[in-house]
């Protein structure tokens, strides 16, 4: 039997305030996931079109603005194009004759939904816009379909349920995916056991990861762990199934696991008040603090935003977990509760 003492539920309160594993905020939701699809003429795309953003028609082109109206989603649909970045280019001009940034990054990206290719382009800002300029690039039967992003990074931050919703989302028009519910998985043998470990460490070389842990399960037996690479590039010591690695977000699941496991247990209930739990709990609005139940600790709809780098700067091995919640006192929401998810480490 599991016990709980009230440092689990620190500890669970801890790790999970922020997390997106679980949706109650519905509006976000509908926004993220069952928006109506958009069909803007000529372009032989479909996506999830972001609620409440205000959608325009421009020279041909389908632009979505931010309700802070300091950011832009613009569809365009360019029928020639040598390649994806004069494809970019090509709808960069047409949505602002005078665009002439250099890029930073062009990369391809996993093919989903239908498309032959896709590629994401980043552009070259300066700190001080404080900017976020993108393109996504697809082809399909020899025709470009251009998602645009340009506009403030804290907005597209605030905002990025809806954004990658969008992105993410973007099919070829009557796409249908393949089903593979009927599918038998294949055995992992020794020889693809291989074959995938030498993939992870090809992999992670190409882009100059020093080291990995690798592990492998089937059927609910492990039947490879260990690693590929080093863990220190000052003595080489390689990756072993022991290396520690700094797990991130793979908490969530454990601690939402933990956090249902107590109200399983009857310790508590999903819409009890957090500072009934725990009460120095405090953000830094006091009616958001008095509103967050149980349940809004796995949502991510709290309004408050994210703080990486006070979570980086301000986190380690010998800093106490009340650091944390110091920060958080001090952490004031940038939308109302319940109207956006917002990831927040």
């Known amino acids: ?66 309700p802070e109206h300091d950011a832009a989603i613009v569809i365009a649909a360019i029928p020639e194009a040598d390649n994806a970045q004069a494809a970019a280019t090509s709808a960069w001009k047409t949505y602002q004759p005078s665009f002439s940034r250099e890029i930073r990054i062009n990369a391809p990206q996993a093919v989903t939904g239908g498309w032959e290719a896709s590629r994401e382009i980043e552009y070259v800002t300066s700190i001080a816009e404080e900017k976020l300029v993108y393109a996504y690039v697809f082809l399909a039967n020899n025709s470009w379909q251009v998602i645009l992003l340009d506009g403030k990074v804290g ?134 603090t008095q509103s967050v139940l149980i349940k809004h600790l796995v949502c991510a709809c709290t309004g408050l935003p994210r703080k990486d780098m006070d979570w980086l700067f301000n986190s380690g091995p010998n800093i106490p977990e009340s650091v944390t919640f110091s920060d958080l006192a001090l952490t004031t929401p940038t939308s109302s509760f319940g109207e956006l998810f917002q990831y927040n480490n």
């Open 155 to 288: 907005t597209f931050v605030k905002r990025q349920a809806a954004t990658w919703g969008l992105i993410e989302s973007a099919n070829v028009k009557g796409y249908t995916p393949e089903d593979l519910s009927e599918r038998q998985a294949l055995s992992l043998t020794p020889e693809k056991v291989a074959e995938l470990i030498s993939f992870v460490e090809s992999s992670a070389n190409s882009l100059n990861i020093p080291g990995v842990g690798i592990a492998l399960v089937e059927n609910g037996k492990v039947i490879y762990e260990g690693g590929g690479g080093i863990k220190n590039t000052h003595n080489k010591e390689p990756v072993d199934k022991d290396t520690l690695f700094m797990i991130a977000s793979n908490t969530k699941g454990m601690t939402t696991l933990l956090l249902a496991k107590l109200v399983e247990m009857g310790r508590l209930n999903w819409d009890d008040q957090v500072v009934t739990h725990y009460p120095s709990f405090k953000l830094g609005d006091e009616i958001t």
């Open 1 to 66: 039997m599991i016990k709980v003492s009230s440092l689990s539920v620190f500890i669970v309160i801890l790790l999970l305030l922020f997390s997106g594993c679980s949706k109650v905020a519905n509006k976000q939701d509908s926004e993220h996931l069952t928006s109506p699809i958009e069909k803007p003429i000529g372009v032989t795309l479909e996506y999830n079109a972001p609620e409440d953003w205000e959608v325009t028609n421009q020279n041909g082109l389908t632009v979505y603005t931010a």
